[in-house]
């Protein structure tokens, strides 16, 4: 676990800083956010393609290991890419190197967290296992937006964007050192095609009630998330400080960070599915009161209490998706999660673009809103089915409806 977690932190780190990166290289070399967010969105788009495919042929590959340094390497090299092409090359070039870098993502999020389920394979252990795995989404959350605001402010945001290049490269290399031996699990069976293995796991998220409405919930939240870099970067230039873009999302991420480490420590007296709509709300209730107070200071402190609300839920969605996903998709279902919520996040950030006109507060308003509706959406969802009798996914076991924190009833 400790191989794997330094692994996914160098990735992430690299994933979670070019959100930022992208914004600041375009507004430096060309003057417009707007760019930068399409750049973010062509980055952000191919994972609900890719991270189907990715999850299948993850789950089939005989020699993981060279997998997943092959997919970080690719990340890698995008990454490095467009530090060099954005401003300077034909915009096609770029956005087709951006495509490509996305499509690597789902090895990125999804990919490696399905990898905790062989890493930790004992009950008992899964949920810390879990709460750590969201940690270290979180702190790449607050390393990535920090390392790049600093190194854009010493040097220039290319460097900024280089350095996560090299991180990345790190994470690759580190691939070839983690336990990944093939042992497919229970009920996976080889014979069947990769489409074939990408439908049931599309199934079983869409068939049992738990997955589904963890799914519909996360993924219109993120399409609120997805803007919140450039609504960030905007309010802070609303406020004089257009530089400080990237202290909003850090601080959002500490939040984010400490919330995720208070749950790893202690067990909630809640069961995840609880934590789920309690972090929603909180979120979108903080960021409506960012929105409304004047003060930069204020909005910092705001942004950091948003984030504390928010870094229970990855780990609950994480844990939700590994109590309820049958063994056999259980790599595709961690994949096509991640995928479509990055996916959102894309369709959030080409949205934001789209709408930089307005003003940051508004736009900051409607980023909460929809926080606050996907926690609706869960609670009613789930009200509509509390029990999922049976998984109808061949293969799969009877899904285990969760009592508490990793305590099956």
Not at 36 to 45: K, S, V
């Amino acid at each position: 676990m400790k191989r794997y977690l330094m692994t996914a932190f160098g990735a992430r780190l690299a994933e979670e800083g070019m959100a930022v990166a992208l914004v600041l290289l375009a507004m430096q070399r060309t003057g417009s956010a707007a760019h930068g967010a399409l750049l973010l969105t062509m980055w952000m788009a191919p994972h609900a393609v890719a991270a189907p495919l990715t999850g299948a042929v993850a789950a089939r590959m005989r020699r993981p290991r060279l997998f997943y340094c092959s997919a970080l390497t690719g990340f890698a090299l995008a990454i490095g890419g467009l530090a060099l092409t954005v401003g300077r090359a034909p915009t096609g070039l770029t956005l087709a190197i951006a495509l490509l870098g996305g499509s690597c993502g789902p090895v990125v999020s999804g990919g490696l967290s399905s990898l905790v389920a062989v890493l930790a394979p004992d009950d008992t252990g899964r949920a810390r296992a879990y709460a750590l795995d969201a940690a270290v989404y979180n702190a790449a959350s607050v390393t990535g937006p920090a390392v790049v605001s600093l190194l854009a402010g010493i040097s220039s945001p290319a460097t900024s964007t280089l350095a996560l290049a090299v991180i990345a490269a790190g994470s690759a290399t580190l691939t070839t050192v983690l336990p990944l031996h093939r042992t497919p699990e229970p009920h996976t069976t080889d014979s069947l095609p990769p489409l074939k293995s990408v439908a049931n796991g599309g199934a079983a998220m869409w068939r049992v009630p738990e997955l589904r409405a963890i799914t519909v919930a996360t993924s219109l939240a993120f399409v609120g998330v997805g803007g919140l870099t450039t609504t960030a970067v905007l309010l802070a230039e609303r406020h004089g400080q257009p530089e400080a873009g990237g202290v909003l999302m850090t601080v959002f991420a500490v939040g984010a960070l400490a919330g995720s480490l208070l749950l790893a420590r202690r067990k909630p007296a809640f069961p995840p599915q609880r934590l789920v709509t309690y972090s929603l709300a909180g979120t979108g209730l903080t960021l409506i009161a960012a929105a409304a107070l004047p003060s930069f200071t204020a909005s910092a402190l705001l942004f950091a209490a948003a984030g504390l609300f928010d870094g229970p839920l990855l780990s609950a969605t994480l844990r939700i998706r590994a109590d309820h996903a049958p063994p056999s998709v259980r790599t595709q279902v961690f994949t096509l999660g991640a995928g479509l919520k990055i996916s959102a996040a894309a369709c959030g950030a080409a949205l934001t673009g789209a709408a930089t006109a307005l003003p940051a507060p508004v736009l900051l308003l409607i980023i909460a809103a929809l926080q606050l509706c996907a926690a609706a959406a869960y609670i009613v969802m789930r009200a509509r089915a509390r029990v999922t009798p049976r998984s109808i996914v061949p293969g799969g076991p009877t899904p285990r409806a969760v009592g508490g924190w990793g305590r099956s009833e």
